[in-house]
Protein backbone atom coordinates (compact mmCIF):
# COMPACT_ATOMS: atom_id res chain seq x y z
CA UNK A 1 0.00 0.00 0.00
CA UNK A 2 1.24 3.37 -1.18
CA UNK A 3 2.05 5.67 2.00
CA UNK A 4 0.31 8.78 2.29
CA UNK A 5 3.30 11.03 1.40
CA UNK A 6 3.75 9.23 -2.18
CA UNK A 7 0.62 9.55 -3.07
CA UNK A 8 0.47 13.08 -2.25
CA UNK A 9 3.28 13.62 -4.44
CA UNK A 10 1.37 11.96 -7.48
CA UNK A 11 -1.53 13.74 -7.14
CA UNK A 12 0.22 16.75 -6.65
CA UNK A 13 2.45 15.86 -10.22
CA UNK A 14 -1.29 15.34 -11.80
CA UNK A 15 -2.50 18.32 -10.89
CA UNK A 16 0.24 20.62 -11.81
CA UNK A 17 0.28 18.94 -15.30
CA UNK A 18 -3.31 19.46 -16.07
CA UNK A 19 -3.18 23.01 -14.42
CA UNK A 20 0.33 23.50 -16.26
CA UNK A 21 -2.15 23.46 -19.78
CA UNK A 22 -3.95 26.01 -18.29
CA UNK A 23 -2.90 29.71 -19.38
CA UNK A 24 -5.04 31.53 -16.86
CA UNK A 25 -4.18 33.09 -13.88
CA UNK A 26 -7.15 34.04 -11.97
CA UNK A 27 -10.60 32.21 -11.14
CA UNK A 28 -13.30 34.14 -9.76
CA UNK A 29 -14.25 32.11 -6.79
CA UNK A 30 -10.79 33.94 -5.51
CA UNK A 31 -8.72 30.87 -5.67
CA UNK A 32 -5.11 31.25 -7.76
CA UNK A 33 -5.32 28.09 -9.44
CA UNK A 34 -2.62 28.17 -12.23
CA UNK A 35 0.93 29.76 -12.44
CA UNK A 36 0.26 32.83 -14.58
CA UNK A 37 2.27 34.30 -17.27
CA UNK A 38 4.02 36.80 -14.70
CA UNK A 39 5.36 33.65 -12.30
CA UNK A 40 7.62 32.62 -15.87
CA UNK A 41 10.73 33.73 -13.81
CA UNK A 42 13.15 31.00 -13.66
CA UNK A 43 16.10 32.39 -11.92
CA UNK A 44 13.51 33.86 -9.38
CA UNK A 45 15.56 32.28 -6.59
CA UNK A 46 18.42 34.35 -6.51
CA UNK A 47 17.05 37.54 -8.80
CA UNK A 48 17.65 40.31 -6.14
CA UNK A 49 18.74 38.18 -3.42
CA UNK A 50 21.32 41.11 -2.14
CA UNK A 51 18.37 43.28 -1.45
CA UNK A 52 16.84 40.41 0.98
CA UNK A 53 20.78 39.26 1.78
CA UNK A 54 22.91 42.30 1.90
CA UNK A 55 26.69 43.02 2.48
CA UNK A 56 26.02 44.54 6.10
CA UNK A 57 29.51 45.89 6.53
CA UNK A 58 32.69 45.32 4.08
CA UNK A 59 35.10 42.80 5.68
CA UNK A 60 37.56 45.99 6.41
CA UNK A 61 34.83 47.94 8.00
CA UNK A 62 33.28 44.71 10.54
CA UNK A 63 35.39 46.10 13.25
CA UNK A 64 34.03 49.87 13.37
CA UNK A 65 31.35 50.30 16.35
CA UNK A 66 28.89 52.74 14.12
CA UNK A 67 29.74 52.51 11.08
CA UNK A 68 27.16 53.64 8.09
CA UNK A 69 26.92 54.56 4.72
CA UNK A 70 23.65 56.31 5.37
CA UNK A 71 22.82 60.04 4.72
CA UNK A 72 20.36 62.29 5.10
CA UNK A 73 20.51 65.46 3.96
CA UNK A 74 17.85 68.20 3.08
CA UNK A 75 17.89 67.22 -0.59
CA UNK A 76 18.54 63.68 -0.66
CA UNK A 77 19.21 60.56 1.14
CA UNK A 78 21.05 57.65 1.14
CA UNK A 79 19.05 54.41 3.08
CA UNK A 80 21.65 51.24 3.51
CA UNK A 81 20.61 47.92 4.89
CA UNK A 82 22.27 48.18 8.38
CA UNK A 83 20.90 51.42 9.17
CA UNK A 84 16.67 49.55 8.18
CA UNK A 85 14.85 49.86 11.20
CA UNK A 86 11.44 47.35 10.56
CA UNK A 87 8.90 47.57 13.16
CA UNK A 88 4.94 45.92 12.61
CA UNK A 89 3.28 47.72 9.82
CA UNK A 90 -0.36 48.94 11.25
CA UNK A 91 -3.24 47.46 9.61
CA UNK A 92 -0.74 44.58 7.86
CA UNK A 93 -0.50 40.77 9.64
CA UNK A 94 2.87 39.23 10.52
CA UNK A 95 4.49 41.95 8.75
CA UNK A 96 7.25 44.42 9.76
CA UNK A 97 7.90 47.48 7.56
CA UNK A 98 11.20 49.96 7.25
CA UNK A 99 9.76 53.33 5.58
CA UNK A 100 12.57 54.66 3.77
CA UNK A 101 10.87 57.75 2.19
CA UNK A 102 8.29 59.68 3.75
CA UNK A 103 6.76 63.29 4.31
CA UNK A 104 8.60 64.15 7.07
CA UNK A 105 11.89 64.45 4.58
CA UNK A 106 9.91 66.74 2.54
CA UNK A 107 8.65 64.09 -0.32
CA UNK A 108 4.95 63.96 -1.48
CA UNK A 109 5.45 59.47 -1.52
CA UNK A 110 6.38 57.12 1.27
CA UNK A 111 8.29 54.33 0.22
CA UNK A 112 8.82 51.20 2.33
CA UNK A 113 9.87 47.54 2.36
CA UNK A 114 7.65 45.35 3.72
CA UNK A 115 8.13 41.89 5.14
CA UNK A 116 5.63 39.96 5.34
CA UNK A 117 6.36 36.44 7.17
CA UNK A 118 3.77 33.10 6.59
CA UNK A 119 0.64 33.48 6.60
CA UNK A 120 0.57 37.33 6.54
CA UNK A 121 -2.07 40.12 4.65
CA UNK A 122 -1.89 43.29 4.10
CA UNK A 123 -4.11 46.15 5.09
CA UNK A 124 -5.20 49.19 3.12
CA UNK A 125 -3.61 52.53 2.44
CA UNK A 126 -5.51 55.20 3.74
CA UNK A 127 -8.65 57.12 1.68
CA UNK A 128 -7.02 58.26 -1.49
CA UNK A 129 -4.15 56.90 -1.73
CA UNK A 130 -2.84 54.49 -4.59
CA UNK A 131 -0.27 51.79 -4.15
CA UNK A 132 2.36 50.70 -6.35
CA UNK A 133 3.88 47.48 -4.48
CA UNK A 134 6.46 45.06 -6.63
CA UNK A 135 7.81 41.64 -5.34
CA UNK A 136 11.90 41.97 -4.46
CA UNK A 137 11.90 37.99 -2.36
CA UNK A 138 9.53 35.22 -2.88
CA UNK A 139 5.67 35.11 -3.57
CA UNK A 140 2.57 36.69 -2.89
CA UNK A 141 -1.28 36.65 -3.78
CA UNK A 142 -2.97 39.88 -4.59
CA UNK A 143 -6.70 39.81 -4.38
CA UNK A 144 -9.41 42.83 -5.45
CA UNK A 145 -12.78 43.43 -4.44
CA UNK A 146 -14.82 40.64 -6.47
CA UNK A 147 -12.33 38.28 -5.04
CA UNK A 148 -10.26 37.52 -8.38
CA UNK A 149 -6.80 36.34 -7.26
CA UNK A 150 -3.39 36.71 -8.68
CA UNK A 151 0.16 35.20 -7.67
CA UNK A 152 3.12 37.48 -7.86
CA UNK A 153 6.67 36.40 -8.03
CA UNK A 154 9.70 37.94 -7.78
CA UNK A 155 9.75 41.08 -10.21
CA UNK A 156 6.21 41.23 -10.78
CA UNK A 157 4.14 44.17 -9.24
CA UNK A 158 0.99 45.75 -8.83
CA UNK A 159 -1.04 49.07 -8.73
CA UNK A 160 -3.73 50.05 -6.75
CA UNK A 161 -5.84 52.95 -7.38
CA UNK A 162 -6.81 54.95 -4.74
CA UNK A 163 -9.71 53.36 -2.81
CA UNK A 164 -9.91 49.91 -4.40
CA UNK A 165 -10.43 47.03 -1.90
CA UNK A 166 -7.94 44.66 -1.81
CA UNK A 167 -5.08 42.49 -0.16
CA UNK A 168 -2.05 40.62 -0.35
CA UNK A 169 -1.61 37.59 1.44
CA UNK A 170 1.87 35.41 1.91
CA UNK A 171 1.92 32.12 2.92
CA UNK A 172 5.65 32.49 3.16
CA UNK A 173 8.42 34.93 3.79
CA UNK A 174 8.12 37.56 1.44
CA UNK A 175 9.65 41.06 0.51
CA UNK A 176 7.25 43.92 -1.14
CA UNK A 177 9.00 47.11 -1.83
CA UNK A 178 5.40 49.56 -2.05
CA UNK A 179 5.01 53.59 -2.75
CA UNK A 180 2.12 54.88 -1.89
CA UNK A 181 1.03 58.56 -2.47
CA UNK A 182 -2.04 60.57 -2.51
CA UNK A 183 -3.52 60.67 -5.78
CA UNK A 184 -3.62 64.00 -7.76
CA UNK A 185 -7.43 63.69 -9.31
CA UNK A 186 -7.66 64.90 -12.71
CA UNK A 187 -11.21 65.64 -14.34
CA UNK A 188 -12.01 62.85 -16.60
CA UNK A 189 -9.48 60.29 -15.91
CA UNK A 190 -9.64 57.28 -13.52
CA UNK A 191 -6.54 55.11 -13.65
CA UNK A 192 -7.37 51.29 -13.71
CA UNK A 193 -5.64 48.54 -11.56
CA UNK A 194 -2.44 47.11 -13.18
CA UNK A 195 -0.67 43.84 -12.60
CA UNK A 196 2.40 42.81 -14.77
CA UNK A 197 6.03 41.46 -14.36
CA UNK A 198 9.01 43.32 -15.15
CA UNK A 199 10.40 40.98 -18.35
CA UNK A 200 7.04 41.53 -20.00
CA UNK A 201 7.57 45.54 -20.33
CA UNK A 202 8.81 46.66 -23.51
CA UNK A 203 12.13 48.49 -23.74
CA UNK A 204 11.52 52.18 -24.49
CA UNK A 205 14.24 54.35 -26.76
CA UNK A 206 15.99 56.70 -24.80
CA UNK A 207 17.87 59.18 -27.16
CA UNK A 208 21.15 60.37 -25.75
CA UNK A 209 21.03 58.34 -23.49
CA UNK A 210 23.02 54.34 -23.24
CA UNK A 211 20.66 52.63 -20.08
CA UNK A 212 18.05 50.34 -21.15
CA UNK A 213 14.57 52.01 -19.82
CA UNK A 214 11.18 49.91 -18.68
CA UNK A 215 8.40 51.92 -17.41
CA UNK A 216 6.05 50.01 -15.00
CA UNK A 217 2.74 51.62 -15.48
CA UNK A 218 0.90 53.54 -18.55
CA UNK A 219 1.98 56.98 -19.35
CA UNK A 220 -0.66 57.98 -19.76
CA UNK A 221 -2.55 61.15 -17.99
CA UNK A 222 -4.69 59.18 -15.07
CA UNK A 223 -1.43 57.70 -13.57
CA UNK A 224 0.31 60.71 -11.60
CA UNK A 225 3.58 58.84 -11.18
CA UNK A 226 5.03 55.98 -13.08
CA UNK A 227 7.91 53.51 -11.67
CA UNK A 228 11.01 52.80 -13.92
CA UNK A 229 13.20 50.03 -14.51
CA UNK A 230 16.94 50.76 -15.43
CA UNK A 231 19.78 48.99 -16.44
CA UNK A 232 23.00 49.62 -17.22
CA UNK A 233 25.91 47.45 -18.01
CA UNK A 234 29.03 48.24 -15.95
CA UNK A 235 31.01 51.19 -17.05
CA UNK A 236 27.96 53.05 -18.51
CA UNK A 237 26.93 55.87 -16.77
CA UNK A 238 23.69 58.56 -17.19
CA UNK A 239 24.50 61.17 -20.21
CA UNK A 240 22.25 64.23 -18.56
CA UNK A 241 23.65 65.55 -15.23
CA UNK A 242 19.88 65.57 -14.44
CA UNK A 243 17.84 68.78 -12.60
CA UNK A 244 14.41 68.38 -12.41
CA UNK A 245 11.45 69.31 -10.89
CA UNK A 246 10.11 65.54 -10.18
CA UNK A 247 10.90 63.70 -6.63
CA UNK A 248 12.49 60.13 -7.07
CA UNK A 249 12.46 57.02 -4.73
CA UNK A 250 14.90 53.99 -5.82
CA UNK A 251 15.89 50.50 -4.85
CA UNK A 252 19.19 49.57 -6.03
CA UNK A 253 17.95 45.88 -7.05
CA UNK A 254 21.56 44.28 -8.88
CA UNK A 255 24.85 45.84 -9.06
CA UNK A 256 26.99 49.00 -7.99
CA UNK A 257 28.52 51.97 -8.54
CA UNK A 258 28.42 55.69 -7.46
CA UNK A 259 25.59 58.22 -7.46
CA UNK A 260 25.83 61.52 -6.93
CA UNK A 261 23.72 63.70 -5.37
CA UNK A 262 23.86 67.17 -5.13
CA UNK A 263 27.88 67.99 -4.49
CA UNK A 264 28.37 64.43 -2.74
CA UNK A 265 29.64 61.19 -4.65
CA UNK A 266 28.40 57.84 -2.63
CA UNK A 267 29.64 54.15 -3.55
CA UNK A 268 26.36 52.25 -3.65
CA UNK A 269 25.43 48.49 -4.24
CA UNK A 270 22.14 46.70 -4.54
CA UNK A 271 19.90 47.19 -1.17
CA UNK A 272 20.22 50.59 -0.95
CA UNK A 273 17.71 53.24 -1.16
CA UNK A 274 17.85 56.27 -2.47
CA UNK A 275 15.20 59.72 -2.22
CA UNK A 276 16.27 62.53 -4.32
CA UNK A 277 14.38 65.93 -3.07
CA UNK A 278 13.20 68.26 -6.56
CA UNK A 279 15.84 69.98 -8.33
CA UNK A 280 18.70 67.81 -6.46
CA UNK A 281 21.50 67.26 -9.21
CA UNK A 282 21.40 63.50 -9.83
CA UNK A 283 24.07 61.16 -12.11
CA UNK A 284 25.34 57.37 -11.74
CA UNK A 285 27.90 55.41 -12.88
CA UNK A 286 27.63 51.45 -12.82
CA UNK A 287 30.86 49.70 -12.15
CA UNK A 288 32.12 46.48 -11.49
CA UNK A 289 31.66 43.18 -13.12
CA UNK A 290 27.71 42.62 -13.27
CA UNK A 291 25.06 44.80 -15.02
CA UNK A 292 23.39 47.51 -12.40
CA UNK A 293 19.63 47.50 -12.43
CA UNK A 294 16.94 49.92 -10.25
CA UNK A 295 13.65 50.64 -9.25
CA UNK A 296 12.99 53.98 -9.42
CA UNK A 297 9.63 55.90 -8.51
CA UNK A 298 9.06 59.48 -10.64
CA UNK A 299 6.17 61.55 -10.39
CA UNK A 300 4.68 62.97 -13.86
CA UNK A 301 1.48 63.86 -15.95
CA UNK A 302 0.75 66.92 -13.40
CA UNK A 303 1.27 70.74 -13.47
CA UNK A 304 3.93 71.27 -10.36
CA UNK A 305 2.00 74.42 -9.99
O1 LIG B 1 13.94 59.66 -15.53
C1 LIG B 1 14.71 60.08 -14.67
O2 LIG B 1 14.52 61.15 -14.10
C2 LIG B 1 15.92 59.22 -14.31
N1 LIG B 1 16.77 59.09 -15.45
N2 LIG B 1 16.63 59.73 -13.16
C3 LIG B 1 17.61 59.01 -12.52
O3 LIG B 1 17.94 57.89 -12.95
N3 LIG B 1 18.16 59.56 -11.43
MN1 LIG C 1 15.89 61.77 -12.57
Known amino acids: ?3 FSAFFAKSFLLLSTIFGFLSIAVTEEGFCIAPSIIESNSNAETLYSKVTNPTLSPTHLQDLPGFTRSVYKNDHALITPESH ?3 PLPE ?11 PAMGAHFVMY ?3 MQESSKSGLPPKHV ?3 VFVVQGLVTLTNVSGICQTLMVDSFAYLPPNSKH ?16 YAYL ?3 IPEPIVGSTNQQPLLD ?3 EVFQLRKLLPTSLPYDFNIHIMDFQPGEFLNVKEVHYNQHGLLLLEGQGIYRLGDSWYPVEAGDAIWMAPFVPQWYAALGKIPTRYLLYKDVNRNPL
Do not use: C
Not at 92 to 102: D, E, P
Not at 167 to 178: G, I
Open 1 to 3: MQS
Open 85 to 87: VFS
Open 92 to 102: WSNTLGAYLVS
Open 113 to 115: IAK
Open 130 to 132: ERF
Open 167 to 182: HFESYESSTLVVFERR
Open 187 to 189: EDH
Open 206 to 208: TPG
